[in-house]
């Protein structure tokens, strides 16, 4: 099974530059035909939040028609950029949820079983779990307790060590006074996997850069954006600053056979680069 991750469209409405320099409605358009190059086809793409850049109609309507020649089946969820109620409108297929709601649902079409978290916490940049979506996604895995799982969610339960980004992460529940969510590692999430053995891994956008790390021992990949990318400043008063490093998705292969090492993901950077160059010439003997 291959899985295509799309994630931080931040598409505006009209083809407008995002934050006046970036040309996001080109760049997923390169990232829909990057994908729909790809030999094998994915079994299914996920989007991972952040879709529109503001979370307006006009947003999800150029979205709608930029996505309409992919062939593969996909699904959504917010980001913080991003509304539930026009998201969901506009996307009511991709997002299998009841309107009105939290956009979360399982998908389990495929080998690998779907979960689709949502961290938005509408209005604000940082996430939230609280105990209404915790108790869901408690119910979800223990319908299927056997079953090889991968959560998709917006907002990573990390510290990233992007200072500015870290002030953005999962932080506790204030206003729904739902089990609150600690300031390191969002622990209700953490208690929740701790009491399921079939998560083998929870895919994450919102930080525009690849980090992939094992979190409360389950693997945990940040994919990078298809448009422009958080700079990856470690400094502890480094400014909230984007850049345009290669944009990529990434691609992850789930198997029954590969049980041995779990999730497999490799990057794949969209764009023209030089190559393919041969290593072989035509005899067989490695060019020198
Ligand atoms: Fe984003």
Known sequence: MLIAQITDLHIRADRQLAYGQVDTATALENAVAHV???DPAPDVILFTGDIGDIGIAGE????AEILAPLSSPWYMIPGNHDRRVALHRAFPRAIPAQAG??????VRDFPLHLIALDTLHEGFGHGVLCAERLTWLDRELARHPD????IFMHHPPIISGIN???GLRLLPDTNRGGTPVDEIGAAGLAAVLARHRSVVGIIC?????????LWHGVPLCVAPSVAHQVVGDFRKNGPAAFNLEPPAILLHFWSDAMHGQGLLTHTSYIGHYDGPYPFFDKTGKLIG
């Open 36 to 38: 729909q190059a790809l």
């Open 60 to 63: 999800y309507d150029l979205v």
């Open 101 to 106: 709601g939290f956009l979360q649902y399982a």
């Open 147 to 150: 079953q090889p799982t991968l």
């Open 164 to 166: 500015h980004m870290d």
């Open 205 to 213: 956008g919102h930080i525009h850069r690849p980090i992939h790390c």
